[in-house]
């Protein structure tokens, strides 16, 4: 007989009975396996996003996501909205949803839940390989506040001791992870416990629950710095001056950016740090989804067809949301397993 921790029990109780509520779809957490609750012969597949591209301005690249896993299988598709993520990731953990749009970090606390989620496929580099399949995860002050977080003349995060700070959410891997390991080496502490609530590490901690989110934390005032990437910025905000590659680059709200960004045009922040951040995969859980159903959307989306669709790839600096990016003329949808993220694995510890 097998016992599930109570705690976790729980956790996944919760995270479906949020997943019903947002989609109005899912029974409660029954405890049926996988299978019961669509299985690998469903007739339909359910795709989960992350809140950043659960935004309206996705629309159009999710709905052409699923018009091509539509096509490669045959099947009805549909697209799960949601607006935390940790909703995502107990959808793809329980198998109420088959699919997961999600970062590194989620994938693998998704994984841990249920070792049946594996990556499918993730985002290549700009010349088609796994070179450079990164992004960037910023810490971010406000532009006029900048220069106090330099020392010798170059940025540096020793004066984020005692401030406000936004994240996007704990299980972001750039939003959290990303930044939080940073800080942990920087200042030599043993773990991240302090860095989850205000009047610890920090005075105040923050959570967008979005990279959006996070930004505007900043832009408002409403804290000091706040932790959020490129790619999810890139339909709101440019880069004026720097480089996107490196800490003292600023940030600029796009005189055209909708919401939440409509009060901040022209307003402008700049990064203190930058690393980068493994691609995150499009997740499947391999007890909801059949073999053949997985090499069929692995056969379409690494295909040129997906590659050279503008509605899933949007240029480097277009304001067009999409949920891939073109960051060369060769980039493409690769096929990935688990231990292509032995990296964030090591990062998170997990």
């Excluded at 996988?34 to 007739?43: C, L, M, T």
């Excluded at 539509?70 to 099947?75: I, L």
């Excluded at 010798?152 to 939080?180: C, H, L, Q, R």
């Excluded at 996107?244 to 009060?263: L, Q, S």
Aim: hydrophobic letters at 35%.
């Amino acid at each position: 007989m097998v016992f599930m921790k109570k705690g976790r029990f729980l956790t996944i109780c919760l995270g479906v009975m949020l997943m019903a509520l947002l989609g109005g779809t899912l029974a409660g957490c029954s405890g049926k396996s996988s299978s019961a609750n669509g299985g690998s012969d469903s007739k339909k597949i359910s795709i989960v996003f992350y809140p950043n591209e659960s935004a309206k301005d996705y629309l159009a690249s999710r709905n052409e996501l699923k018009a091509k896993l539509e096509k490669a299988t045959g099947k009805k598709v549909e697209i799960k909205t949601t607006t935390d993520y940790n909703v995502a990731i107990e959808a793809i953990a329980s198998g109420k949803a088959q699919l997961a749009f999600m970062g590194a970090d989620g994938y693998i606390k998704a994984r841990g839940l249920n070792k049946a989620v594996e990556p499918l496929l993730t985002e290549s580099g700009p010349d088609g390989t796994f070179k450079g399949a990164s992004y960037r995860s910023y810490l971010m002050v406000p532009e006029k506040e900048a220069d106090s977080y330099k020392k010798d003349g170059k940025f540096n995060i020793e004066g984020i001791k005692g401030k406000k700070i936004s994240f996007v959410s704990s299980s972001s891997t750039s939003g959290f992870a990303v930044p939080t390991y940073e800080i942990q080496k920087a200042f030599k502490l043993k773990n991240k416990d302090s860095f989850t609530e205000g009047g610890k590490f920090f005075s105040k901690v923050l959570y967008g629950n979005s990279h959006p989110g996070s930004a505007v934390n900043l832009l408002k005032g409403d804290v000091d710095v706040a932790a959020f990437d490129d790619i999810d910025l890139t339909p709101f905000m440019k880069v004026t001056s720097g480089d996107y590659g490196e800490a003292g680059a600023k940030f600029t709200v796009r005189d055209d950016a909708a919401a939440p960004f409509t009060d901040f045009h022209g307003k402008s922040v700049v990064s203190i740090s930058v690393l980068p951040v493994q691609n995150g995969p499009l997740a499947v859980n391999t007890k909801a989804l059949g073999e053949k159903d997985r090499k069929a959307i692995q056969d379409l989306f690494t295909s040129e067809e997906v590659s050279n669709d503008a509605k899933l790839f949007a240029k480097d600096g277009s304001k067009q949301a999409a949920l891939f990016h073109k960051k060369g003329p060769k980039s493409q949808l690769l096929k990935v397993d688990d231990n292509w993220y032995k990296p964030t694995h090591e990062l998170i510890g997990k």
